[in-house]
């Protein structure tokens, strides 16, 4: 199937130009982009000390009830901030940076572990909306997220959040048992170990 697209890709390039070829080869790397389903496992409170949490997320099933063979992904979550100009493909300027105003939290699946199979590192990444108003609960019970493994995404469209994440992340590893976890599972540089660049 996903060779099957890369084809089509290829031969619609082909045949079209300028700025309809691009869309296209944009549309097309979307669809063939993998994206990993999950529903939270638990509620996360919220607390509004704590600018780091920690969630447990499913591998969304089908069907009606929990999937036995579902995946389980440990997954950390950053406040964060936009601090880079989101520009329209125009070169409009659609967002000015706001470093000091808190938009969302980024969502990093570090780990995944998948019945019988042995657990392995990901570096799934997703971003989750900062409510409108006072919640008890930042993430609940259920609540589903759509995540994109960081290293297929071409890198003009990976997320200009997760650097910002991992420095908070860092900054809050020696009062964070949970930081530190994820700081575990990564190299120095906040990256996972055994993952391309």
């Not at 969304?60 to 989101?86: I, K, L, Q």
């Not at 125009?90 to 019945?115: F, M, R, S, T």
């Not at 042995?118 to 989750?128: A, I, K």
């Amino acid at each position: 199937m996903k060779k099957t697209l890369m084809t089509l890709a290829a031969l619609s390039v082909v045949t079209l130009s300028g700025c309809v070829a691009i869309r296209a080869g944009k549309a097309v790397a979307t669809l063939i982009t993998p994206k990993t389903v999950m529903d939270a496992g638990t509620d996360v409170k919220a607390d509004l000390h704590e600018r780091v949490y920690f969630a447990q997320f499913k591998e969304h099933s089908m069907g009606f009830g929990d999937d036995p063979d579902a995946c389980v992904y440990d997954t950390v979550m950053a406040r964060y901030v936009r601090n880079w100009d989101e520009v329209s493909e125009q070169g409009v300027v659609v967002h000015q940076a706001d470093p000091d105003k808190p938009i969302g939290y980024g969502l990093i699946a570090y780990h995944e572990q998948c019945p019988g199979r042995p657990g392995r590192d990901v570096f799934l990444t997703s971003s989750w909306h900062l409510p409108l108003f006072k919640r008890a609960n930042v993430i609940e019970k259920g609540d589903r997220v759509d995540a994109s493994d960081y290293f297929v995404q071409p890198k003009a469209d990976r997320p200009k959040w997760v650097p910002e994440a991992i420095k908070l992340i860092r900054a809050q590893a020696d009062k964070n048992a949970k930081a530190q976890e994820f700081l575990a599972h990564v190299g120095a540089d906040g990256m996972p170990k055994a993952l391309p660049k």
